[in-house]
């Protein structure tokens, strides 16, 4: 009487959207398709808090400018850092990245200004886009972990660290 082989899954790993090719890291395609939809929002709400920031380092007007248009430098620069690590978190998700301004438009919960705010207002504003980021972040972790998704839930702990820091120290200067 022969022997027979253990039976292995017969089920294909998911084909990834962006390759055709599949991917079999242990997160179901559903699971890595809900995560990307989190981490896309994430991504629309850093780069629109990026530009804004940006933008109010070279508007930025009065007697705080120096102490402002530095801090604003600080974080425009690391903020901008992190967009690559969210694109390419999707991309290694097997998804493309967002990266138009529609997409970031209708992807992005933060307002921009219609005008150029007063140096008040700007701090106002980037209050209310880091806590956004760290509103939505916070989303995308939770997908991310009841999905068992360690390296997208380990780099929004980072962004959530990193934003949740950024409106204390604005909110610090309008106090």
Not at 93 to 108: D, F, I, N, V
Not at 141 to 163: E, I, K, M, S
């Amino acid at each position: 009487m022969a022997k027979t082989a253990k039976k292995t899954s017969s089920k294909k790993p998911a084909v990834a959207p962006s390759s055709g090719l599949p991917i079999d890291i242990g997160i179901s395609a559903k699971d890595r398709a809900a995560v990307v939809a989190e981490l896309s929002r994430t991504l629309a709400d850093t780069y629109t808090l990026y530009l804004m920031t940006h933008n109010f380092h070279w508007n930025v007007t009065g007697p705080m400018f120096s102490t402002l248009h530095q801090l604003f430098m600080t974080q425009y620069t690391e903020t901008w850092q992190a967009l690559d690590a969210i694109a390419e978190r999707i991309r290694a998700l097997g998804h493309y990245a967002p990266g138009t301004y529609a997409e970031y438009a209708r992807l992005s919960s933060i307002a921009e200004p219609a005008a150029v705010p007063s140096a008040e207002d700007m701090l106002r504003m980037l209050v209310d886009g880091n806590e956004a980021v760290a509103r939505t972040a916070r989303r995308a972790f939770q997908c991310a972990d009841a999905v068992n998704d360690q390296p997208t839930a380990d780099l929004l702990t980072q962004r959530l660290d990193v934003h949740e820091k950024n409106a204390w120290m604005l909110r610090s200067l309008l106090a």
